[in-house]
Nanobody, 122 residues
Framework: QVQLVESGGGLVQPGGSLRLSCTAS????????IGWFRQAPGKEREGLAC????????YLTDFVKGRFIIPRDNAKNTIYLQMNSLRPEDTALYYC???????????????WGQGTQVTVSS
């Protein structure tokens, strides 16, 4: 069974850091293009990052550049979203995904994880 499981969400104060994990089962994660998305209540889903299969290139949305990075641990079949300098506007449900194609403006999601909630608040 192909599955993505996100974890690591929680409550963090503004300026803090949090590392989200996306662990794959049923497939080898580094052979697929992976995306990170988030959605806040009442707002449109936002794409955060896309990590190409094979090329191992990461594309990060402009508004999180400099704060978010995407480490990975192939031995654990896990990719991370390392979030630093968190702001209240980062509060959202965060998802990792398998994409149907290499990173591009028209790439579509093939599979979703269940999401993990991040709340940034004092």
């Amino acid at each position: 069974q192909v599955q993505l499981v996100e974890s690591g969400g929680g409550l963090v104060q503004p300026g803090g850091s949090l590392r989200l994990s996306c662990t794959a089962s049923g497939f080898t994660l580094d052979l697929y293009t992976i995306g990170w998305f988030r959605q806040a209540p009442g707002k449109e889903r936002e794409g955060l990052a896309c990590i190409n299969a094979s090329e191992s290139r990461t594309y990060l949305t402009d508004f999180v550049k400099g704060r978010f990075i995407i480490p990975r641990d192939n031995a654990k079949n896990t990719i991370y979203l390392q979030m630093n300098s968190l702001r209240p506007e980062d509060t959202a449900l965060y998802y990792c995904t398998v994409m149907q194609r290499l990173c591009s403006s028209v790439a579509k999601v093939a599979a979703w994880g269940q999401g993990t909630q991040v709340t940034v608040s004092s």
